[in-house]
């Protein structure tokens, strides 16, 4: 229901700012920012390997 409806809407905006925060830290930490885009591209290939139905399943599984 709406509540449910709030909570993934809260942690879909999160994650948001924790990955634009991660990301801005990874560039900010290379002499040339250009250096850290292909670690910002491995962080990619990782969102697109574990989409958010695969980690939703996957902590399903864990639950007792």
Known sequence: PE?????????????????QVAVQAILNSYKVEQQGYK??????????????ERLKNDYAALEP
């Open 3 to 19: 509540f449910v409806n709030y909570v993934s809407f809260f942690l879909r905006n999160l994650l948001y700012l924790i990955t």
């Open 39 to 52: 670690l910002c591209v491995g962080l990619q290939k990782l969102a697109d390997k574990y989409t958010p």
